[in-house]
């Protein structure tokens, strides 16, 4: 099946710096990659979608200035979150559409908790 | 905006049994997707099963399988013959037809015991 990879899997940062969470399609071309926040015990919510080459779509309540999400290739995706505060804490996971065996079907990277100190 | 409700937090079953989780959606769409996702301990997003809302047909694969009620917007996922790795958190999703975001329940935590 199709994988994806996510790295850091988990990082410490103290709070005002930025931390670059990678996202990437191991052996697919993922036309479209999606961004999430799990909070402990609670549901995914979605932060954006992001298409290769244009600029991410972000849900409404996300501060796009404060996730930067860039997809400068068919198999990477990546978020940075800028100046982290302690409530930015969170795990963070992404999916990717393989566009071959439809967009419906989205795979799901294994995550990266981030821990602001 | 599409709200999906899973109604039980919790839920154990006994080892070779059989449970059943439900789930509920509201949408005024005719085409879409459905979705069960398990997420182990590992946090690992894995698909279970999806749905086509224009079949009919319930989704089976292997001892996982759905009852959809399409004109009751439900959505349940049994599982049969439980086995121990199925322990996880249980998310039902939506997708509307073209869209491609997922719109997750809040999730049903399955133990099976042994």
């Known amino acids: 099946g199709a994988v994806v990879s996510q790295h850091p899997s988990r990082v410490i940062c103290k709070s005002g710096t930025s931390v670059k969470i990678e996202c990437r399609s191991l052996?697919?071309?993922?036309?479209?990659m999606f961004w999430y926040r799990q909070f402990p015990k609670q549901s995914l919510m979605l932060m954006a979608t992001?298409?290769?080459?244009?600029?991410?779509?972000?849900e409404q309540g996300v501060e796009k200035d404060k996730f930067l999400i860039n997809h400068a290739s068919l198999t990477l995706s990546t978020l940075t979150v800028t100046s982290a505060h302690p409530e930015d804490s969170s795990f963070y996971i992404c999916?990717?559409?393989?566009?071959?065996?439809?967009?419906?079907?989205?795979?799901f990277g294994p995550g990266t908790r981030l821990l602001v100190l | 905006a599409q709200t999906v409700t899973q109604s039980q937090p919790e839920m154990s079953v006994q080892e070779a049994e059989t449970v059943t989780l439900s789930c509920t959606y509201d949408?005024?769409?005719?085409?879409?997707?459905l979705f069960w996702y398990k997420q182990p301990p590992s946090r690992q997003m894995i698909l279970v099963i999806r749905?086509?809302?224009?079949?009919?047909q319930n989704a089976t694969e292997n001892r996982f399988s759905v009852n959809f009620q399409k004109a009751a917007k439900s959505f349940s996922l049994k599982i049969s013959d439980s086995q121990l790795g199925d322990t996880a958190m249980y998310f039902c999703?939506?997708?509307?037809?073209?869209?491609?975001?997922?719109?997750f329940g809040a999730g049903t935590t399955v133990t099976v015991r042994a």
């Open positions: 999916s990717a559409s393989d566009g071959t065996s439809g967009q419906e079907t989205q795979y």
């Open positions: 052996d697919f071309q993922a036309t479209t």
């Open positions: 992001s298409n290769e080459g244009s600029k991410a779509t972000y």
């Open positions: 949408t005024s769409e005719n085409n879409y997707y």
């Open positions: 749905q086509e809302a224009y079949k009919q």
């Open positions: 999703a939506f997708m509307k037809f073209n869209d491609y975001k997922l719109s």
